[in-house]
């Protein structure tokens, strides 16, 4: 009887084993990249398809900072902002488009978006504790304006129209890495994912049979959310005055930036965006953060797709239409 038991036992596991395969589990990574933590969770049945999506993830991430970083003297962005003052400068039509379609949103958001505010904001260094002097901010101004940005489509060339112009791509790169790390783990075969860069976190499917619970941090507590939201097969960016910032005499320098004043906006504390596509998420959540409580709601619920949800400088949280109507 003990045999028999025994027996069945094994036949068991083994037949469990055929139809489910022994690797078959979460691969996860996490690196620092592009100033910020890169979190990636996939579900594969084979382990070194488990570790190759997870490596092309980052791989991918890399390849984005090489490219678009402010930082890094090589990189396209950085040649740019050296170079498209004095003659158009030819650049990859990965880089031509983000262009393109931030030059869209600036139209799209009254100019709250704008990649040329970074004419004013090269001269942060939050790290450091410095700011602009008022009178930079005053001189610097006018270069902060989109339409000094002028794109040859034939050419593939972008010029600034104006000496002083400077562009960063801060608030819309990462969710344009996060779509693309999507696009390549779907492309190897991964149906549930979650991949982080920051603010920007994009789900591929569900958390096998249970939605993913992401959370929207409280800007005033590290370690407390604000809101957890169970989500499935969508993306979720959050824009906060709390990711890069310091203080002194008693007011938050932060790093994003209104255009109009070239000062940190102070309408409200944090921005999350619900869309499908991560990269209009990154922008639209910089750009409401701008806007602050009322022309942002506006312009999250004129837009099809896309929800919100804000916290004012009071705390005071506000949902968009589609969410309070759930
Ligand atoms: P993060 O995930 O880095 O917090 P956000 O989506 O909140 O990114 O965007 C903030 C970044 O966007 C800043 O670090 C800066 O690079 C860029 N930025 C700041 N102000 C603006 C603006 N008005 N328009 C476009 N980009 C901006
Ligand atoms: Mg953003």
Redesign the pocket.
């Known amino acids: 009887m003990k045999r028999l038991s025994l027996l069945m036992f094994s036949w068991g596991l083994l037949i469990t084993s055929l139809f489910c395969p022994v690797s078959a589990a979460w691969y996860q990574d996490k690196q620092g990249i592009m100033g ?1 933590n890169i979190q990636v969770e996939v579900w594969s049945e084979d382990e070194n398809l488990g570790h190759q999506a997870t490596t092309a993830v980052m791989v991918e991430m890399e390849r984005i900072n090489q490219l678009m970083s402010p930082y890094i003297d090589s990189s396209e962005l950085a040649i740019l902002n050296q170079q498209a003052a004095q003659h158009p400068v030819k650049v990859s039509k990965e880089l031509f488009d983000l262009i393109a379609l ?1 030059i869209q949103l600036s139209l799209e958001t009254q100019g ?4 040329t ?2 004419s004013v ?1 090269y001269l942060y260094d939050y790290r450091n504790h410095q700011k602009p002097s008022e009178q930079q901010v005053k001189s610097l101004l006018e270069a902060i304006n989109f339409r000094h940005l002028q794109l040859n489509e034939q050419e593939q060339t972008v010029s600034f129209a104006h000496p002083k112009v400077k562009i ?5 790169a ?2 344009h890495a996060v779509d693309n790390a999507i696009a390549i783990l779907q492309a190897m075969g991964i149906q549930h994912a979650l991949v982080t ?4 976190t994009r789900l591929l499917g569900d958390r096998r049979g249970k939605p993913w619970m992401v959370g929207i941090r409280d800007p005033r507590h590290e370690d407390k959310q604000a809101v957890i939201l169970p989500l499935v097969n969508i993306a979720l ?4 005055d709390y ?2 910032y310091f203080e002194q005499d008693g007011q938050r320098y932060h ?5 109009q004043s070239g000062h940190s ?1 102070y309408a409200v504390q944090s921005v999350s965006i619900i869309g499908p596509r991560s990269t209009l998420n ?2 639209l ?3 409401v ?2 806007l602050g409580v009322q022309q942002g709601m506006d312009l999250i619920n004129r837009t099809p797709g896309y929800d919100g949800i804000i916290m004012d400088n009071q705390r005071k949280l506000h949902y968009s239409k589609d969410l309070t109507a759930q």
């Open positions: 910020t931030s709250a978006f704008d990649i505010f970074a904001g960063d791509l801060g608030g819309i990462k969710g860069a920051g603010g920007d960016s959050t824009s906060g990711e890069r790093h994003i930036l209104s255009p906006s990154d922008a959540s910089t750009a953060f701008v």
